[in-house]
């Protein structure tokens, strides 16, 4: 899986409580993405990163929040927890070049679940 | 805005045939077009990428994908199924152009392979 660790790789929690999911990079990639998949919707794009402290807002971001505080960790966080928000997390990264057509690479991923 | 159709939920296949998995796409402008594969449990592997060029790419475990600009189609192809990929597949696609949003990849729903020996 290229590099990339997420964790934690399984969690249990309940409604309303903050959850903190964190990925981790050894590939010194500028770019990094969190996407959650459900039946039926493949993937969506929560938020992204394209560099330390530069974030921005994907397809399905309400009720997620990230940092990247550092090139190699990229954190989202779930401030209070709800059933919809039950998933898997998958966490990805790219390089940058001109025209920014580089495939992304995906960790292993976070299976969520919102009591 | 841009989007992916893949319009089987699963294929079915014997192995040793050729196999084919469909993608259909939607954006504006020139296309950047991949295929992803996901084994149970795992995260997504990349197979192969359209960017410019010949319409023809070739990936990953034999697997290819023919570009077509005209019917905005980007179907997997592999001329002999093996069992071993049976998995989901993913199509994706971002516009080529530099501009806000531009990072964004947009997936399609899945396709779920099925080779059977």
Same mark, same amino acid.
């Given at each position: 899986?290229?590099? /990339?660790?997420? *964790?934690?790789?399984? $969690?249990? +929690?309940?409604? !309303?409580?903050?959850?903190?999911?964190?990925?981790?990079?050894?590939?010194?990639?500028?770019?990094?993405?969190?996407?959650?998949?459900?039946?039926?919707?493949?993937?969506?794009? /929560?938020?992204? *990163?394209?560099?330390? $402290?530069? +974030?921005?807002? !994907?397809?399905?971001?309400?009720?997620?929040?990230?940092?990247?505080?550092?090139?190699?960790?990229?954190?989202?966080?779930?401030?209070?927890?709800?059933?919809?928000?039950?998933?898997?997390?998958?966490?990805?990264?790219?390089?940058?070049?001109?025209?920014?057509?580089?495939?992304?690479?995906?960790?292993?991923?976070?299976?969520?679940?919102?009591? | 805005?841009?989007?992916?159709?893949?319009?089987?939920?699963?294929?079915?296949?014997?192995?040793?045939?050729?196999?084919?998995?469909?993608?259909?796409?939607?954006?504006?402008?020139?296309?950047?077009?991949?295929?992803?594969?996901?084994?149970?449990?795992?995260?997504?592997?990349?197979?192969?990428?359209?960017?410019?060029?010949?319409?023809?790419?070739?990936?990953?475990?034999?697997?290819?994908?023919?570009?077509?600009?005209?019917?905005?189609?980007?179907?997997?192809?592999?001329?002999?199924?093996?069992?071993?990929?049976?998995?989901?597949?993913?199509?994706?696609?971002?516009?080529?152009?530099?501009?806000?949003?531009?990072?964004?990849?947009?997936?399609?729903?899945?396709?779920?392979?099925?080779?059977?020996?």
């Amino acid at each position: 899986d290229a590099g /990339i660790t997420q *964790s934690p790789r399984h $969690k249990v +929690t309940e409604t !309303g409580t903050p959850v903190t999911l964190r990925c981790h990079q050894t590939e010194n990639h500028r770019y990094m993405y969190w996407y959650r998949q459900d039946p039926g919707h493949g993937l969506r794009l /929560i938020h992204y *990163s394209y560099g330390v $402290k530069d +974030t921005d807002k !994907g397809e399905v971001s309400d009720g997620y929040s990230v940092s990247r505080s550092k090139t190699e960790d990229f954190l989202l966080t779930l401030e209070s927890a709800t059933s919809s928000q039950t998933s898997v997390y998958f966490c990805a990264i790219s390089e940058s070049l001109q025209g920014n057509y580089n495939e992304q690479f995906f960790g292993p991923g976070t299976r969520l679940t919102v009591l | 805005a841009q989007s992916v159709a893949q319009p089987e939920d699963q294929v079915n296949v014997a192995e040793g045939n050729p196999l084919t998995v469909k993608c259909t796409y939607s954006v504006s402008g020139n296309p950047y077009l991949f295929w992803y594969v996901q084994y149970p449990n795992r995260g997504l592997q990349f197979l192969l990428k359209y960017i410019t060029g010949d319409n023809l790419v070739k990936g990953s475990y034999g697997f290819e994908a023919e570009f077509n600009k005209s019917q905005t189609s980007f179907h997997l192809k592999k001329p002999s199924a093996l069992v071993s990929d049976s998995a989901l597949y993913f199509c994706a696609v971002r516009a080529a152009y530099s501009g806000a949003g531009s990072y964004q990849l947009t997936f399609g729903k899945g396709t779920k392979l099925s080779v059977i020996p």
